[in-house]
């Protein structure tokens, strides 16, 4: 049998299942996936025949011609067919013809028409007076995210705990639980604007719903994940329901329920543009909004673009985070050290049993 080739070789590790891949490779593979959609991006904006389905119209003619009704003005952006039959009318005419080059949609806009507004819109004022700075909406924007999935976190983390741990309150919970999740987040929006007005009330309560019902449910599948062994072992020496939650339980999901947080936080920011534009308008969505219809699609670009790049920096920071907080799963034992180098550095407290001999033998 001949040996397979080197390449053979590397092919098969990096596409090997469940085989972990090396630095340089993980590394160029998350080069790659932001590479290539920025390329195809690239490709379908400057790339004349690769797309560009218009035509934008740079000098008219003359569009006083008897008899014809077609007419093109300087900066229209037409389709093909309609820019190719005003230039027979206007051959047929005797008139100069019209001059165009192909062009996109006004919605698509280039990179560096997006790039250029990701620093005119912090920069520029509101076009309008009353409308927010795109920093102001994006504040906005994190405190509705903040609150609402703070809340969900406060109620639906000990409601999943006990779920996965108790069959009794889970059944007692999860199938109302299991009801409601079904119902789309943002059919509550009457409600909660009825309920607590159009403030940010409202906002931060269909961000809650959105991510409070799921809450329950991912955490007590985790909760129900961890080794039974564990429990028998801490019941074997006595435990009580209320040392294994709080000694077993919570200790042994800690990493999962981390993991889970950080994948339903993203969740909370799917509703954030439903619920900023219930009740009175506000944060990124009310930009988008007003941008859209300022048709000034490069902010619309811009803003959709900030979205992302908060998501995918607070992900990476709490993944960084995780590192440290959890040691015996990254073996990063860098926090362990600091934590024992600080309590080298403290004075060493005397023992209480030599200070009370000490006090007896005074007297």
């Known amino acids: 049998m001949n040996p397979p080739k080197p390449n053979q070789k590397r092919r098969v590790k990096l596409w090997a299942v469940r085989s972990p891949l090396s630095r340089k490779a993980s590394t160029s593979a998350t080069f790659l996936a932001f590479i290539l959609p920025f390329l195809t991006w690239c490709l379908l904006a400057y790339v004349p025949f690769v797309w560009h389905p218009l035509v934008l119209v740079q000098a008219p003619g003359d569009s006083n011609i008897p008899g014809t009704y077609s007419y093109l003005a300087q900066g229209q952006r037409v389709e093909k067919s309609e820019f190719d039959g005003r230039n027979r009318e206007l051959v047929a005419a005797g008139k100069p013809k019209a001059v165009g080059v192909a062009a996109n949609p006004i919605y698509f806009q280039a990179p560096d028409e997006v790039a250029r507004a990701l620093y005119t819109a912090f920069t520029t ?16 924007s994190i405190k509705v995210i903040l609150l609402g999935f703070l809340w969900s976190a406060v109620f639906g983390i000990p409601l999943g705990v006990l779920g996965g741990t108790f069959a009794m309150f889970s059944r007692l919970t999860e199938p109302f639980i299991d009801f409601v999740r079904y119902m789309p987040a943002p059919v509550f929006g009457a409600l909660a604007v009825t309920i607590f007005g159009l403030g940010e009330e409202p906002k931060v309560t269909i961000i809650f719903i959105g991510t409070f019902f799921q809450m329950v449910l991912v955490v007590a599948n985790t909760t129900r994940s961890l080794d039974v062994s564990l429990l028998h072992a801490a019941q074997t020496l ?61 902010n ?7 979205i992302g790049v908060i998501g995918l920096l607070t992900d990476q920071a709490l993944a960084l985070v995780a590192k440290y907080l959890f040691p015996w799963e990254s073996g990063n034992l860098a926090l362990v050290r600091l934590g024992r180098g600080l309590r080298r550095s403290l004075p060493a407290p005397k023992p209480a049993a030599a200070e009370s001999l000490l006090t007896i033998g005074d007297e």
Do not use: C
């Open 300 to 306: 619309v670009y811009a803003a959709i673009a900030i």
């Open 125 to 140: 004022a509101p076009e309008r007076d009353g409308d927010l700075w795109l920093h102001e909406s994006l504040l906005q």
């Open 238 to 298: 006595g435990a009580g329901p209320r040392q294994l939650v709080f000694n077993v339980v919570l200790p042994g999901i800690l990493p999962a329920l981390y993991r889970d947080m950080r994948i339903l936080l993203g969740w909370a920011w799917t509703y954030l543009v439903v619920a900023e534009l219930i009740g009175e308008k506000s944060g990124l969505s009310a930009f988008i909004y007003q941008q859209q219809r300022y048709r000034h699609f490069d």
